[in-house]
């Protein structure tokens, strides 16, 4: 005759059950793919736009530096990418130059979004923001980073692109990773204290 114990179902249930705060928040990580192939995704509809017809302006100038360098377009738009990656690095305004590309654009974007009737573009911008809202504490070292890492600008413009561009999705990446966990830690930690001043309050 067996002599275990009889499993205590309640507290099985007990352990399997999700605390509060497990997983709350928490975006499809599936949407978000790896950086490679990211970038392959950007390089092959970036390569796809160039070709595409932008006005009579753009087509005729585009085709006479084709014809003049004997290099492809998408050689030439590289080529200015890697003279502002030098910019970024030893220009005066590298810094305007970041920002211009981490808040003027998403920006602009932003208020694109929230004028749509959808609410798909509204929450990847918001999730965006609050990325940025979190990683933004270190400009305030920027100075001194600068001083001793000179590609901070690069390293910060590469990042933002990451953040937002549609074929990275890196934002949901660093949502999930760093900003959703780092928000559940705060209301844990917030949690008792507000318990506390509501059973103050109540006495």
Known sequence: MSSRKPVDQSETTRTEQPTKYENAGDLPKSEAPPVVDGVKMFHADFVSYLYQPHG???????KKIEEVTAVPRETVAYFLFALNA???VFGS?????????????????????I??????DD??????????????????????????????????????????????????VVYNSIVNP????????????????EAVKQE
């Open 115 to 120: 004028r749509t009737e959808g609410t798909d």
């Open 123 to 172: 929450t990847e911008w918001l999730i965006y923001w609050s990325v940025y809202a979190t990683f933004s504490l270190i400009d305030y070292f920027a100075s001194s980073i600068w001083s001793v890492f000179p590609f901070y600008w690069l390293a910060k413009m590469t990042f933002l692109m990451y953040l937002y561009l549609p074929q990275t999705k890196g934002s949901r």
């Open 93 to 113: 305004w590298a810094e305007f130059l970041c920002n211009l590309i981490g808040l003027a654009y998403p920006g602009y974007v932003s208020v694109k979004a």
């Open 182 to 197: 780092l928000v559940t830690a705060i209301d844990k930690f917030l949690e008792p204290k507000s318990i506390k001043l």
């Open 86 to 88: 030098l910019y970024m």
């Open 56 to 62: 009579e302006f753009y087509d005729t100038n585009v």
